[in-house]
C-alpha cells in the first residue's frame, strides 16, 4: 500500500507548469511568425520577377537596333492583310503579351517578352481597345486617343537556371503612355510580337563509351595423331 501511494503521488505533472510550457511555444512560434514576415515584406522581389518573367534572365549585356516594324499598320497600301501575312508566315511564332488592367487617364504600363536570344524578331503589331471597345488598330503614330507605344530591344547574359545561359536571352520592352488625361478614357493594349528562330539547338556530346575487352582468341594446337 505504501508503495502504490509513493507512486501515484509521483506521477500527475503540474498543471500551471504545463500552461506556463504551452504558453512559451506558443509565443515562440509567433514571434518567429512574425519576424519571418517582415523580413519578407521587406526584401522586395527582384525585378525580373515584378516584370512577370519566369526566371531571372541575367545582367544585361547590350541593347539591338530595331530594324524590324513597330506597331505598322494592319494593312498595307494595296489593302492586303499585312499583319495576317507577318503572322502567319511559314516558321513564325507568334508571342502575344497585353495590359494586365486598363491603363487610367495618365498613366504608363511596360510589358516584357522574353526570347531565345538566337531569336530574329519579324515585325511587332499592336491593336488598342478603349472604354471596352473591340480591339482595334493601333499604328506607330496614331493610337488610339492620346495613347503613344515605345519598344527597347534588349540582349541579357541569360541564366544558368534556365538554361539559356550560352544563348542569351532576349527581352523586348513594351512601353505604352496613355497621356491625354483630360479625355478620361480608359486603355487596353496589345501586341502581338513574330519571331522566328532558324538556329539549330546545340547538339548533345555523347559521353564517350569504352568498348569490352576483347578476350584473346584461343591458338589452335596442331593435330597430332599418336601412333
Request: with cysteine.
Amino acid at each position: 500500500m505504501h508503495a502504490n501511494l509513493s507512486l501515484e503521488a509521483q506521477m500527475p505533472f503540474p498543471v500551471a507548469l504545463m500552461s506556463r510550457l504551452l504558453v512559451s511555444l506558443i509565443s515562440a512560434a509567433l514571434s518567429v511568425s512574425l519576424v519571418y514576415g517582415l523580413m519578407t515584406a521587406s526584401i522586395p522581389d527582384p525585378w525580373w520577377r515584378q516584370a512577370g518573367l519566369p526566371t531571372n534572365p541575367g545582367y544585361f549585356r547590350g541593347a539591338n537596333v530595331v530594324d524590324y516594324p513597330f506597331c505598322q499598320a494592319w494593312n498595307d497600301y494595296q489593302g492586303g492583310n499585312r499583319m495576317a501575312r507577318d503572322l502567319g508566315a511559314p516558321g513564325v511564332r507568334v508571342t502575344e503579351a497585353q495590359t494586365r488592367a486598363t491603363i487610367r487617364p495618365g498613366g504608363e504600363e511596360n510589358l516584357f517578352v522574353e526570347l531565345p536570344g538566337t531569336a530574329q524578331v519579324v515585325a511587332v503589331y499592336c491593336g488598342i481597345s478603349q472604354d471596352g471597345a473591340p480591339m482595334g488598330e493601333c499604328a506607330r503614330y496614331v493610337c488610339g486617343d492620346g495613347v503613344a507605344t515605345f519598344i527597347a530591344d534588349s540582349m541579357y547574359t541569360g541564366s544558368e537556371y534556365s538554361g539559356t545561359l550560352e544563348s542569351g536571352t532576349r527581352i523586348l520592352t513594351l512601353t505604352l503612355m496613355n497621356k491625354r488625361a483630360e479625355t478620361r478614357r480608359r486603355s487596353t493594349v496589345r501586341f502581338w510580337v513574330a519571331w522566328q528562330d532558324d538556329t539549330p539547338p546545340p547538339e548533345a556530346t555523347a559521353p564517350q563509351t569504352v568498348p569490352p575487352a576483347v578476350p584473346p582468341k584461343a591458338t589452335a594446337k596442331p593435330f597430332s595423331n599418336p601412333t
